[in-house]
């Protein structure tokens, strides 16, 4: 090699190039000739377990493990992915990772691994080449689940229709071997093989397919390979029949007969021909028509081109004409055609319907008409002749009306009773005439007929009574209450206007009080209402309706007034006066309770507004006395003493229950000494509050006061009795304005038994007009105990003397109160 590459250099210096790589190559052959001392194959299947041994390197390269170890001994690969790991203790090839051959080498075959073990010191290099072997890990899978197919029924036997292979990763025997088509009545499958060895079907028509048998055929191809154990996949397969026009429309009849009365209505249906076509879609689609033979029948008779409908065109007359007869054509849209004859046989007829004229009509009628009142005078009349010219006429039964014959063909709707407008204001009449033909006809004529009203209801309130509330003060012209009436009848009618009724109210014309809405029914206040004068009074409402002549009707009214807290309670006892002064006297010896003296107190207002109570306001000792609540009793709270001050002075405030509240205070001088002198020597104190010294002269004019006092008493309990006794059968004055009523006191004011209750007579003198602004009242005060006896026995007696006169007089009111 030297000698021949030193002469080629001689030649050229390409030459000479060559030889230098030449003997490169030859170095690095001689060294890898040196390195190289084995070569190595194994095989194992695909999809082994990691860590399972393929091959024993130690026993098949010759070497031991001490050698594995000392020269440190690696796989070297030339791809990144190691498949192939080498165990060094044991001297074994591993697999390290799973092997899919499908993936690292697809349909190449055979598929193997290369790699290299290096050992060092000495170098030494080993070739080792692991074929991986296929296993049956995969089925035939076709890429749809279904297929669908469309085939005319008129492709000829022998024809081809492609169908999807199946794939199988797997190679060799593994692989896609062969297929199967079930079922195989019409077809049959064809496997064929293309230049690379794959393999393909085709689907061969082996009978002609018939639509009108079976639309469509469900097959199946099984795609079967060669592995242990066999492994399959499958597809389904619809042959869709797709129709082919193979077949003429057929008539269901040949021949049609109908039996037709002559008045059968125009566009009434006589028939309907059918004929079928056994093909589908637009080769199925048949239209109908008359064939030229008809002739003249076509007039009278028209035939649906689609539905096969026959139907009257014209007026049928028997006496023209008895039978037609029809030619009928079938045909589909290739020309494909049938035909079929209809006899059409006409029957005499009750044709014509009697004819209802109405020759009057009155209406509206009121509703008071008599029975047998004529409404609507008829003619009625059928053209036909014998039986079916016989007619018949009537109404409904359940209406008030009847029909009667006057004369041939003439007849008169009569009224069979009495109508009422408010129970039925309408009617509609329908009248009925029936030949006697068979079969018959009938017609009905419908009369509307308007009862008009006639004022026979007069208005109903819808209470017998009423009862209206209305606070006193109220303003003038208040809303205080409306009432409403109905009237059954319309129009004027029905028309209600409310009047007020003149009734006397208090002796006085009520429409002072009130006035009412005359369309409405709005109750107004005439004036300002006040419960201590007139707590309730009835008026009477008349409501009228419209009619000529009117009719009405009544209802009465309550009116109630309710109270309102608009007057302060009245101290009756004690009474205040300007300049006298007047002591209650308490005995130093007075033990804890001793009723000192009671405030009598009245509210003229109702309810709880006259509900009083009465506290303490002011009091010289707050300690030596206390007021009852309820009862306005005045009591020592503890035991009078020596050091108590003479003179006491109470002041009581007597409070009603009303919202807002009023009340009245009274001032109450108290004495508290044992003897009348001892008083004396205090009195002047209670008025001037100033010490003044006793003067004999003052008690001897006051003690003649008191004689004095006494006797104007006597006199005037004496006059009372005889007054009393002479007006007590007289009626009470009745006025505009009723005077205040002082309530009845249970005896709970009086204690006959003598357990300390005041003991003292009061008299009052009043004189009362119908004004009672101008009314006065004059009070006698009671003399102490020391100087007035009282009576054991205690009675309390209200009189009260009213007298009606025509103009207005006085009353007077005498009460006596006596414990």
Known sequence: ?????????????????????????????????????????????????????????????????????????????????????????????????????????????????????????????????????????????????????EIKESMVAGSLFSLESAHDPDVGQNTLQRYTLNPT???????????????YVEMELKTPLDREQQEEHKLILTAFDGGSPQKSGTVKITVIVIDANDNPPVFSQPVYRVSLPENVPKNSIVVTVRATDKDQGPNGEVTYSFSQSTGKAMEFFTIDPNTGDIRVNDILDYEKSKQYELNVK?????????????????????????????????????EDSAPETVIAMLNIKDIDSGKNGQIKCSVNSDLPFRIKSSSSNFYSLVTDQFLDREKVSEYNITIRATDEGSPSFSTNKTLQLKISDVNDNAPVFQRQSYTAYV?????????????TASDKDSGNNARISYFLEDVLVNGVSASTYISVHAESGEILAVRSFDYEQTKEFNIRLKAQDGGNPPLSSNVSVKIIIQDQNDNAPQVLYPVQTGGSVVAEMVPRSADVGYLVTKVVAVDVDSGQNAWLSYKLQKATDRALFEVGAQNGEIRTVRQVTDKDAVKQKLTVVVEDNGQPSRSA?????????????????????????????????????????????????????????KCYRWRRERMFYKS??????????????????????????????????????????????????????????????????QEHNQSLGESEIQVRLDP
């Open 185 to 199: 009545d019409h077809f049959t499958l064809k496997e064929l093989s293309r230049n690379d060895g794959t393999k």
């Open 665 to 721: 205070t009274v001032n109450i001088n108290v004495a508290v000494a044992d003897s009348f002198p001892e008083v004396l020597s205090e009195f002047t104190d209670f008025t001037h509050d100033k010490d003044y010294n006793d003067n004999l002269t003052f008690y001897l004019v006051l003690a003649l006061a008191v004689v004095s006092f006494l006797f104007i008493v006597s006199i005037i309990a004496i006059l009372s009795v």
């Open 471 to 483: 606070m006193e003060n109220n303003t003038p012209g208040v809303s205080i209450f409306a009432v």
């Open 330 to 366: 079938a045909m589909d849209k290739d020309g494909l055609t049938d035909t079929s004859k209809v006899l059409v046989e006409i029957t005499d007829v009750n044709d014509n319907a009697p004819v209802i004229s109405v020759i009057s009509f009155s209406n509206p009628i009121p």
């Open 1 to 149: 090699m030297d000698v021949l590459c030193s002469h080629n250099a001689r030649n050229t210096g390409s030459i000479s190039r060559v030889c230098r790589r030449l003997m490169q190559f030859l170095v690095l052959f001689v060294f890898v000739l040196t390195v190289a001392r084995g070569q190595v194959r194994y095989s194992t299947p695909e999809e082994m377990n990691k860590g399972s041994v393929v091959g024993n390197i130690v026993q098949d390269l010759g070497l031991d493990v001490k050698r594995l170890k000392s020269g440190r001994a690696r796989i070297f690969t030339e791809d990144s992915r190691e498949y192939i790991g080498l165990n060094v203790d044991k001297g074994t090839l591993v697999v390290r990772e799973r092997i899919d051959r499908e993936e690292l080498c697809a349909q190449v075959t055979p598929c193997s691994l290369h790699f290299q073990i290096i050992l060092e010191n000495p170098m030494e290099l080993h070739r080792i080449d692991v074929e991986i072997l296929d296993i049956n890990d995969h089925a035939p899978v076709f890429n749809k689940k279904d297929i669908s197919i």
């Open 736 to 801: 505009g304005a009723n005077l205040p009523v002082i309530p009845y006191y249970p005896p709970l004011y009086a204690d006959v038994g003598g357990t300390g209750t005041l003991k003292q007579a009061f008299n009052y003198e009043m004189c009362g007009t119908a004004d009672s602004r101008k009314s006065d009242m004059k009070y006698v005060r009671p003399g102490s105990q020391s100087i007035i006896s009282l009576e054991t026995s205690g009675t309390q007696t209200l009189l009260r003397v």
